[in-house]
Every structure is written in C-alpha cells, then in structure tokens.
C-alpha cells in the first residue's frame, strides 16, 4: 500500500497508553520512554482522507503483527482520535517529526522507525515510503 499525503496543520491531543515493556506512554512521554525496544510514530490527523484510509491497514499488517516487539505510537496532530478500538493514540507534544527525523515534513501521514536505542532507523514524510517499507525495517530490527 502506498501512503499518500494531506498537508499539516494544528497541533494538539491525549490518551494514555500502556506498552508491552510496561512503560506508559501518554501526551508527556519523551522519546526515552520508547527506549528498549525498536519503535514506530505514525504521524496523522483524523480530517487526513488518506490517514483515514491507512491507519486500519497499519493496524492490521503492523500493530497486530508487532506490537509485542515494538513500541507503537500514532501521534494525531488534529486532536482527534480515529475510530479504531485498541489502537495506541493521541498527541504527544514531545513527539515532533521534524525534531525526530532532522528533516523538514508537513505532511501526513508520515512515520519514523527507530532503533531500541532510540537512533532513527528509517522514515517517511507523506508518500515518500509505502507500509511495507516499514515492515521490512521492522524484520530487520527484531
């Protein structure tokens, strides 16, 4: 599947999440608090036709496959929350693309992998990188 892109724009949001390491995860976590294991922050906005379309996929081939093995965020940057129950959700203020990945992006849905030590291990602004991209980064960190 390829993810396009919708641009950016508020910023805001908050759930709380529990992690299989037990760390919790919530709007103040930092990037430490992802530490330990590989991790994936999907970046995306609820009014984001496109996210809409890929977060159930992301679900499906992604967080169901690896979310024992991985850290999985999805930073909503409209203050909503997509429709999908059990999904790890909200806005984390601390949790920035462009401070994460060094580059500059604003577009969603974008996404960064990161290693368990926290270095960034592949990402993705807008369509620049499709879900299987993605899967096979995470083969390759666990």
Do not use: R
């Not at 984001?48 to 940057?77: G, L, M, R, T």
């Not at 580059?103 to 990402?123: E, H, M, R, T």
């Amino acid at each position: 599947m390829v993810l396009s892109a919708c641009t950016e724009t508020s910023i805001v949001g908050d759930v709380t999440f529990e992690s299989d390491n037990s760390k919790i995860i919530t709007a103040s976590s930092t990037l430490e608090d992802f530490y330990g294991k590989p991790s994936v922050i999907l970046f995306g906005a609820t009014y984001c036709s496109h996210c809409q379309a890929a977060v159930p996929i992301f679900k499906e081939q992604v967080y169901e496959v690896y979310k024992e093995d991985v850290n999985i965020w999805i930073n909503i940057v409209d203050k909503g929350l997509f429709d999908i129950e059990g999904l790890p959700q909200g806005f984390n203020p601390n949790l920035v693309y462009n401070q994460i990945s060094s580059s500059q992006c604003n577009y969603v849905p974008s996404w960064v992998i990161l290693d368990k030590f926290g270095q960034v291990a592949l990402k993705s602004c807008g369509s620049e990188k499709e879900m299987q991209d993605m899967i096979n980064k995470l083969e390759e960190l666990i």
